[in-house]
């Protein structure tokens, strides 16, 4: 692989507005007191990785064997979920350490060549704002104003426009993929955009794009061998989203727009599990990296996928997937080591949610919350170092994407789970389920008719959650929740 023009690095603006959150729950920490003694954090993200693609997750021990490698040096996570069913909405709240919703525009993924795909998406990208505000606080930011170089290299898909670009929301260096997916080895997507960028700039480029970024990670982490400064890598794999295509090839021509490959239920056999295990051995390459440079001690990775599998992955147990609201659409693996701090070969049952990871990662940096800063998420990884019982959560999903809306609360082992479609004649037919988590991982037992109770306290708990998060950019109309 070589790129053929990098450019020169752009620093972040170093000014950046904060807006008042407060945090939603008090657990203890990892907090370092000495600043300089800072972890680097690696954050490596998968794309649409179903629950049990990795081997510690139920598939066979050919499957993911760094990844399963890295289970037993730390934490494993069984009821870890993402913010939402698709790309954008877990990426916004990763960045911003709250539900996507307080943002605008972002409940689902941003459509391929920019597309809004819901009311207030497709008012926003008209005016030319559908993506992150630069004016966000970001884990970036955050990370950056204490001292942390960044750099992502890896997908984006948080708006096309500059002015959303990575360089606006505290990254120093970033080659990324613009939008949601595009073809590994020509770098255009489905409606033939080119989608190859550097610190904002259109970059030419060569090599399979897993291999492309594993290579930036690991001349990131060598660059910084001698460098006493903490560093935040982040690495969102474009793999194993579509299109399908498999390593080590060197097709002459771009994939055609019309390619069954571009479709997530047209894999050829075996293609999506060579595109997993490719994954699998370039995070061997980084964290070999991490290893080579004595850094393993002080360096925090955490791996996670942004939703759930399509109908490509292995999700079992879990009913659905990618874009919906059951565990098949959200639930995802999670995997963090940090030797000294986190124990080895530990799997928890704690229930979290991406933003805690956010939290989580401000938290061992030693930036401490205040009533201006912004966390709705818990410090999940305290928690683990700690032994703490498991604590009860609740937790809320949205993802409207024309013509419906999947959402859904989780409360304890309580599961709501809700569908609403825009119907011919104008109107709006719900569906809902009610499940109970603690014996019934799978969703097969729908106990809306049986305990009308929950079902109506879980209602009422997530139309009063979907009301108070609403928030339209601008004060402009948008989405209007459902009348029952």
């Not at 909405?89 to 459509?111: D, F, N, S």
């Not at 948080?158 to 360089?167: D, T, W």
């Not at 170092?385 to 993802?399: F, G, I």
Request: hydrophobic share 35%; proline share 7%.
């Amino acid at each position: 692989m070589s790129l053929l023009h990098l450019g020169p690095r752009v620093f972040p603006l170093t000014v950046w507005m904060l807006v008042a959150l407060c945090s939603h729950a008090c657990v203890p920490t990892l907090l370092r007191a000495d600043s300089n003694d800072r972890p680097n954090i690696v954050l490596i993200l998968a794309d649409d990785l179903g629950y049990g693609d990795l081997g510690c997750y139920g598939n066979d021990e050919q499957a993911t064997p760094v990844l399963d490698r890295l289970a037993t040096q730390g934490v494993r996570w069984t009821q870890a979920y993402a913010n939402g069913p698709e790309c954008s909405p877990t990426r916004a709240a990763l960045l911003t350490g709250r539900y996507q919703q307080h943002v605008g525009g972002l409940e689902c993924a941003i459509g391929v060549g920019n597309v809004g795909r819901y009311d207030d998406a497709i008012r926003l990208h008209l005016v030319n704002e559908l993506g992150l505000p630069a004016n966000r606080p970001t884990l970036a930011k955050r990370l950056s104003s204490v001292g942390y170089e960044t750099a992502l290299f890896g997908k984006w898909h948080l708006g096309y426009e500059a002015k959303f670009s990575p360089m606006m929301h505290g990254f120093d260096e970033a080659l990324y993929c613009i939008g949601g997916a595009m073809d590994y080895y020509h770098y255009l997507d489905s409606v033939a955009t080119y989608n190859l960028f550097h610190n904002g700039r259109p970059i030419s480029g060569e090599g399979y794009f897993t291999d492309t970024i594993t290579d930036q990670a690991v001349r990131f982490i060598g660059d910084r061998n001698a460098n006493d400064k903490p560093f935040f890598l982040y690495l969102p794999y474009t793999a194993p989203h579509t299109p399908y295509q498999a390593p080590g090839e060197s097709p002459v021509d771009p994939l055609p727009i019309d390619s069954p490959l571009w479709k997530q239920n047209a894999d050829p056999p075996g293609v999506y599990r060579a595109m997993v295990r490719h994954m699998d051995e370039g995070i061997g390459k980084v964290l070999h990296a991490i290893e080579e440079s004595k850094m393993t001690d002080r360096t925090l990775v955490i791996f996670a996928s942004d939703n759930g599998g399509t109908s490509a992955s292995r999700n079992e147990p879990l009913r659905g997937f990618k874009g919906q609201a059951f565990e098949g659409g959200i639930r995802v693996p999670l995997i963090a080591r940090w030797p000294g701090h986190l124990p080895e070969g530990v799997v928890s049952d704690q229930v979290t949610i991406t933003f805690d990871l956010t939290a989580s990662m401000l938290a061992a940096a030693g930036i401490t919350p205040t009533q201006e800063d912004a966390m709705e998420g818990i410090d999940v990884l305290s928690l683990a170092a700690n032994d703490e019982p498991v604590q009860p959560r609740t937790l809320y999903w949205r993802k409207p994407r024309d013509p419906q809306v999947w959402s859904g609360m989780r409360d304890g082992n309580w599961k709501y789970v809700r569908q609403e479609k825009a119907t011919v004649d104008g109107r709006t037919s719900i569906q809902e389920w009610l499940f109970n988590l603690a014996d019934d991982i799978s969703e097969q037992t729908d106990l809306a008719s049986q305990s009308t109770d929950e079902l109506d306290r879980l209602r009422g708990r997530y139309l009063a959650w979907e009301q108070s998060v609403r928030n339209n950019r601008r004060g402009r109309p948008g989405w209007a929740p459902s009348k029952e």
